[in-house]
């Protein structure tokens, strides 16, 4: 049962602490927090974090580019 404990409610949830975006994510849920559901004066973080995601994936696909299957 100790495993089991030690494991996230949700698979989703340890890949988004090992992200290099973790801490844009972060900011993000602060922010909303801090003004409730006022998203307009949060609008940077949200950009930030946007961009951070982006860059993730375009390196994620540039990585996955130089593998092949049948080598």
Do not use: W
Not at 32 to 54: A, P
Request: with cysteine.
């Amino acid at each position: 049962m100790a495993s089991r404990a030690a494991t996230p409610p949700y698979p989703s949830a340890a890949r988004i602490a090992d992200s290099p975006c973790f801490a844009q994510y972060t900011a993000s849920l602060k922010c909303l927090e801090e003004y409730g559901s006022d998203k307009s004066k949060c609008q940077e973080h949200f950009d930030v974090y946007k961009e951070c995601k982006k860059k993730e994936r375009e390196a994620r696909l540039e990585r996955n580019k130089s593998r092949s299957l049948f080598s």
